[in-house]
């Protein structure tokens, strides 16, 4: 197992979707980095994916909250069980999992399964 690889995708996780840093997607995700949706059918290509991605979401959801409920390595890849809210007090919710592949202490490759929001 590899600590550090977690703490990439930790990393990662607080400082993109948490605290909103897009200036720092270029120190977590690959040049290359290729993410497959499997609920939406979605896939998002590199750094300015990322971005686009995430923004998306943030057009709709101003104020939304992500919840890492788990976190587990095993050799390169790191997998989450996270929750998505669309703002603090919101009842409803969005649960995902998702593995990511790490290589040369970034993240090259990302797999998520998740609900609907509910």
């Known amino acids: 197992m590899s600590p550090i690889n977690k703490k990439i995708v930790s990393s990662y996780i607080q400082n993109i979707w948490v605290d909103r840093d897009f200036s720092m997607i ?9 993410a497959y949706g499997m609920r939406n ?5 590199g750094i300015l994916g990322v971005e686009q991605n ?8 101003p104020d939304f909250v992500v919840i890492v409920e788990d976190m587990i390595d095993n ?13 603090e ?30």
């Open 41 to 45: 059918k979605i896939t998002v290509n």
């Open 26 to 34: 270029k120190k977590y995700i690959a040049k290359d980095y290729v």
């Open 89 to 118: 007090d919101s009842d409803i919710s969005m649960r995902e999992i998702i593995l990511h592949e790490i290589k040369d202490d970034k993240i090259h490759r990302a797999w998520s399964i998740g609900s609907d929001w509910n």
């Open 75 to 87: 050799g390169n890849k790191v997998v989450s069980r996270l929750i998505f809210k669309p703002s």
């Open 54 to 61: 995430i923004k998306k979401l943030l057009e709709k959801y």
